[in-house]
């Protein structure tokens, strides 16, 4: 059973629960801005279900539910943000806002964040950026899962990156992903069915490219491209981890392993206010023409039209703008009952 | 037959070449001292070899020996460079410079070059940059050899990109990579064998995968992971073309198509300034412990150690600095011949 709420409504909820778990009201609802925008974008897995596992977490003592977040100006364009262990998506809110501030002065603006957590899914930022006429390279270390390429151990996040243009009066591109060939739970799932996989997406515990998901399972995730995904996972984990002052690497602490531990993750906001490279309807033209020679490539399959990164999440994002989106009763449950926490 | 130059008689023998060819004896310089870091790296492609081209091409009218190369600042961290149509490593040195002038002065510095050519490998902006200070992200856009993803018409380019980290008194990591899978080259290597080529490397001229080398020449160039490296490819045209003013997708002219028509190629250079983020020896300090972690990783063929991005090249640049390179007589040859032109 499913019921279906708007936009504001799950906002309101998200909030809600949030300040449930001891967060201050206006951090609640930059962290539920987030979510929820992840959510309505089709992005479920980092969407509203996960303020449950916030409060677990919360609970544990492994993030702090009322930091102290510092941002620290160190040069005209560069801010250096110190998350002081807060919800990952407030950390990356109040990176993001540093950020847009200094590329409004001086036309780039960068902010390295630290002492973070998963800040979830990467468009959400992307697009608040895009809103406001700034063009973005967002990304984030994690917690490894990936072998370095021609190795045997995980010592790599399968770190998410975001790249975006913004596009004056029409949607922006947005491309979000991480750097693995699939998530691991396409795997769980060909294990669960009991089918093969392509020798493309994992390796076994030793190394060696395998089809077999349960030997995937114990093994390691493969990056896309081989060499070049691995690359791009490590330059990844340099800017948001090395450069940030946050972990890196194996020094990630895990939040499923390690619960209790800050996780120390890092994340990087890279911004270019557009307004500085000319007027907006000069690039809203370029856009629109850039799309159109996109759109118009003959397909493959005539069913599949040809379509840029992004897409199909903004689709949605209109879609439940206009219709609402349906959340399952008990996650709707859930949230309300944190809501009546006595933090709130 | 070849004779063995060192690092210094190569780039002379270079920059007499460009200038015989018409450039100014301090364009001929900046312009050798790219291709000739590309050849000591052993992207022999992207090398001295490439200085013959530039002269059928200057020959045709295509490029302009002697560009007015403007660099306008539009916000204090971003500057726009109009290359007039100069040679390729030209226009990408003034910009490269005109991104670490800024990024001195705010931290960091972002330049867009318009009205280029193909400015030779990614990885010698990046060391210059590095060996400065500078952490950077630098790439262009090129003419289309890529399908989009679900596509059958060649629309994008291979756009190389990198991603560079310095390392204060050590070697810094260069991630620098076109989006393919893998180069034109290598396919037509196998049609001369007459061999299969994997699936994941090209499709036909109807977009469909193929194992078929010749089909593959026919067709397009598949790009790293699928919808991701499409989404790549595109992300770096859009910076590199789009948000430059240059000319982006299809629009992008062809230098061996036409070799008389102006390519406007663009290409982005954004660069931060690492001494703003802490001392030197901090950084050196996590760098070093970085490349620990990735080289300790357990190999999982006991023969191949896992390396980091750009350590291969690197290491040749060093062997080749000390011992130094063996260029080919016939291309000694010609360079002597271009050196001897009226314009020297």
Redesign the interface.
């Known amino acids: 059973m499913t019921a279906t709420l708007t936009e504001a409504g799950l906002a309101g909820l998200a909030a809600r629960a949030l300040a449930g778990l001891g967060l201050e009201r206006r951090d609640a609802e930059d962290c539920a801005r987030i979510l929820v925008l992840g959510e309505l974008m089709g992005l479920s897995t980092h969407g509203v279900g996960r303020i449950e596992s916030y409060g677990e977490r919360l609970d544990l003592g492994g993030i702090k539910a009322r930091p102290d977040i510092r941002v620290h100006k ?5 801010a ?1 943000v110190d998350g002081d262990n807060g919800v990952g998506p407030l950390v990356g809110m109040r990176a993001l806002r540093a950020a847009m501030e200094l590329a409004r ?6 902010a ?1 964040a630290r002492a973070s957590n998963h800040f979830g899914p990467v468009a959400p930022y992307s697009l608040i950026a895009a809103e406001a006429g700034f ?1 973005s ?1 967002i990304g984030s270390n994690a917690s490894t899962t990936i ?7 995980a ?1 790599l996040g399968n770190s998410p990156v975001g ?1 975006c ?1 913004p596009n004056p009066g029409g949607q922006p ?1 947005i ?1 979000d ?1 991480a ?1 693995s ?1 699939v998530a691991r739970a396409k795997i769980r799932n060909a294990a669960k069915r009991g089918e093969a996989i392509p020798p ?1 997406w994992a ?1 076994d515990k ?3 490219p395998t089809t077999d998901p349960n030997a995937a399972l114990g093994g390691f995730l493969l990056p ?9 996972a ?2 990844v984990d ?2 948001a981890g ?2 940030s ?1 946050a972990a ?3 020094h990630v602490s895990s939040w499923s392993d390690n619960p209790e531990s800050p996780s120390d993750l890092g994340h990087f906001f ?1 911004l ?3 307004a ?3 007027p907006a309807d000069r690039l809203a033209d ?2 629109r023409e ?1 799309a159109a ?2 759109h118009d ?5 005539p069913a ?6 992004g897409e199909i999440e903004l689709g949605r994002l209109e879609r439940h703008r206009r219709d609402g989106i349906a959340i399952d009763e008990a996650l709707v449950a859930k949230l309300e009952s944190l809501a009546a926490r006595q933090g709130a």
């Open positions: 160190v040069a005209p364009a560069i250096k002065e001086t036309g780039v603006g960068i390295f063009a390279i072998a370095p390429w021609g190795g045997r151990d010592r790249f243009v591109v491309l992903m750097l060939v493309t390796t030793d190394g060696k896309i491209g081989g060499h070049k995904g691995y690359g791009l490590l330059v340099l800017f090395l450069l002052g890196f690497l194996t890279f270019i206010d557009c500085r490279l000319g370029r856009m850039f020679i996109i490539t003959p397909p493959a399959d599949s039209p040809v379509l840029l990164p």
